[in-house]
């Protein structure tokens, strides 16, 4: 079984600082990882994920996560927010292999605003 | 394109009526998947169908059935709809093991 949780359903900040959205699961087995972005009134849009390769996995849009074992955590990065990064972002766990059946479990959500 | 096709975008329905939602995909994937999402919960799996003739049920799989017509095709009903079934749906294929490709969405508001 997996699960995700994400630390604050929403966060906010000023354009030009850090982003950083928290993921950590929980997985019986060293699982696959995914962050999707979803802009208001649209579809879900896959940012990054890691699949086992390296530990620091760079996505679309200046986004980055790193996976670390030992604190069950892959966060979101961005060194510098821009306004069109407002948005709600999900992260997600699939187990490797043929017992989960490529089940996707997303967290909450977190909703990122992005101040002028 | 290629990629996840639903139908409809938006529907309302009343209490106790019927409908079908419809996903279609064109990439030759196994496994399909429905999930609903809902403010605050994130997405959440309704059924899955990991190859053609099988489904099987998700997280929250009360108040809808699936069928797998055939590779392409996996259908969500709810044959009684409630206002608790108010959500959006997105259904989902995937590729590999960790290839997925999202639907934009049925937007279900049932009054």
């Known amino acids: 079984a997996q699960s995700v949780t994400q630390l604050g359903s929403h966060v906010s900040v000023s354009e030009g600082a850090l982003v950083l959205l928290r993921c950590n699961y929980s997985?019986?087995?060293?699982?696959?990882l995914f962050w999707y972005v979803q802009y208001p009134n649209q579809g879900l849009q896959l940012l990054l994920k890691?699949?086992?390769?390296?530990?620091l996995v760079k996505g679309i849009n200046g986004f980055e996560a790193e996976f670390k074992k030992s604190e069950t955590s892959f966060h979101l990065t961005k060194p510098s927010a821009h306004m069109s990064d407002a948005a709600e972002y999900f992260c997600?766990?699939?187990?490797?292999?043929?017992?989960?059946?490529?089940?996707?479990?997303f967290g909450q959500g977190t909703i990122l605003t992005v101040h002028p | 394109n290629a990629g996840v096709t639903q139908t409809p975008k938006f529907q309302v329905l009343k209490t106790g009526q019927s409908m079908t939602l419809q996903c279609a995909q064109d990439?030759?994937?196994?496994?399909m998947y429905w999930y609903r999402q809902d403010p605050g919960m994130g997405l959440r799996l309704i059924y899955y169908?990991?190859?053609?003739?099988?489904?099987d049920k998700g997280e929250v799989p009360n108040g809808y059935n699936v069928s797998r017509l055939n590779k392409r095709e996996f259908s969500l009903r709810l044959e009684s709809a409630a206002p608790s079934q108010t959500s959006v749906y997105f259904c989902?294929?995937?590729?590999?093991?960790?290839?997925?490709?999202f639907g934009s969405g049925t937007r279900l508001t049932v009054v």
């Open positions: 990439m030759n994937h196994n496994s």
């Open positions: 989902a294929s995937r590729q590999f093991e960790y290839g997925y490709t």
């Open positions: 997985s019986s087995v060293p699982p696959y």
């Open positions: 997600a766990v699939s187990l490797p292999g043929g017992t989960s059946y490529g089940k996707l479990t």
């Open positions: 169908s990991a190859s053609e003739g099988t489904t």
């Open positions: 890691y699949t086992s390769a390296a530990t």
